[in-house]
């Protein structure tokens, strides 16, 4: 049985990130396994993950850690987001080279095992190309910008303008505009559109997972087909499932992780 998650707030960089604990089984044999880091999609928050890293800690047996990058969730929010604060087209390394490496510091962590989702799963390639992480699992990761995904980011500002697309988000985000915008504007920003971190993931060593589903509307498969690294790569296609594998397909794509990381320490 897992021990209770605990709720948080940790400083890093001089910034108030909300993080949420989740123990490891107690009395397990494997007390040494690495953690998981759990990196959320460009809307999430350690809310939005719901129950799902608890599952994959259990069934995994390993400890985790979920936080609320800066503006999301219940973490610190961002001054004039459209204006000085807004997000630069290298946000993403930004979070994986200073901000990710800090939070590990801070929590004592070494090596992890990187779990991202979209933005998170490019965050976490990022940061294992140039860190040393026990292994790397990415679902629905952005590795270039496609049209596709320019098309539906534009979808959800229209939604977050004229529905009730910013009621629904503003449960799980302390500032819903922050949140929202801080994504939004940059993904649509037309500097952006040249990210690309192919050639960077060559420089990849840890073992790899990157899942996505087959009907993702936020990028093809050209996302997960095009990373080369220099260690070894395992991709997995999932059928009847969207951008977020573990809310379409929540068993099949527990089974993945934990039968990928059967076989890391």
């Given at each position: 049985?897992?021990?209770h998650?605990r709720?948080?707030?940790?400083?890093?960089?001089g910034?108030?990130?909300?993080?949420?604990?989740?123990?490891?089984?107690a009395?397990?044999?494997?007390?040494h396994?690495?953690?998981?880091?759990?990196?959320?999609e460009?809307?999430g928050?350690?809310a939005?993950?719901?129950?799902?890293?608890?599952?994959?800690?259990k069934?995994?047996?390993r400890?985790g850690?979920v936080y609320?990058?800066?503006?999301?969730?219940?973490?610190?929010?961002?001054?004039?987001?459209?204006g000085?604060?807004r997000?630069?087209p290298?946000?993403?390394?930004r979070?994986?080279?200073?901000v990710?490496?800090?939070l590990l510091?801070?929590?004592?962590?070494d090596?992890?095992?990187?779990?991202?989702?979209s933005?998170g799963?490019?965050?976490a390639?990022?940061?294992a190309a140039?860190?040393?992480?026990r292994a790397?699992?990415?679902?629905?990761?952005?590795?270039?910008v496609?049209?596709?995904?320019v098309?539906?980011?534009?979808?959800?500002r229209?939604?977050?303008?004229?529905?009730?697309?910013?009621?629904?988000l503003?449960?799980?985000?302390?500032?819903?505009?922050?949140?929202?915008?801080?994504?939004?504007?940059?993904?649509?920003?037309?500097?952006?559109?040249?990210?690309?971190?192919?050639?960077e993931?060559?420089r990849?060593q840890a073992?790899?997972?990157a899942?996505?589903?087959?009907?993702?509307?936020?990028g093809?498969?050209?996302?997960?087909?095009?990373?080369?690294t220099?260690?070894?790569i395992r991709?997995?296609?999932?059928?009847k499932?969207?951008?977020?594998?573990?809310?379409?397909?929540?068993?099949a794509t527990?089974?993945?992780?934990?039968?990928f990381?059967a076989h890391?320490?």
């Amino acid at each position: 049985m897992l021990k209770h998650c605990r709720m948080e707030s940790v400083i890093v960089n001089g910034v108030a990130l909300e993080l949420m604990r989740i123990e490891g089984p107690a009395g397990s044999a494997d007390v040494h396994l690495a953690p998981i880091v759990f990196l959320h999609e460009g809307l999430g928050s350690v809310a939005m993950w719901r129950d799902w890293p608890r599952q994959v800690c259990k069934a995994t047996g390993r400890a985790g850690f979920v936080y609320s990058r800066r503006g999301y969730g219940k973490s610190q929010s961002i001054d004039d987001v459209r204006g000085t604060g807004r997000l630069r087209p290298d946000y993403m390394h930004r979070e994986a080279l200073n901000v990710l490496p800090e939070l590990l510091e801070a929590l004592d962590v070494d090596e992890p095992v990187l779990l991202g989702h979209s933005d998170g799963g490019t965050i976490a390639l990022i940061h294992a190309a140039h860190f040393t992480v026990r292994a790397c699992i990415v679902m629905a990761p952005h590795v270039v910008v496609e049209d596709i995904s320019v098309k539906s980011i534009e979808q959800a500002r229209t939604a977050f303008e004229g529905s009730d697309l910013r009621s629904r988000l503003a449960r799980y985000h302390d500032d819903v505009d922050v949140a929202f915008w801080q994504w939004n504007d940059i993904w649509l920003d037309p500097a952006f559109r040249a990210f690309d971190i192919r050639a960077e993931c060559g420089r990849i060593q840890a073992p790899l997972l990157a899942i996505q589903g087959e009907d993702d509307a936020y990028g093809t498969l050209r996302q997960i087909e095009e990373i080369k690294t220099a260690g070894t790569i395992r991709r997995e296609v999932i059928a009847k499932c969207g951008h977020s594998p573990h809310k379409d397909q929540p068993e099949a794509t527990l089974q993945l992780v934990a039968n990928f990381l059967a076989h890391v320490g």
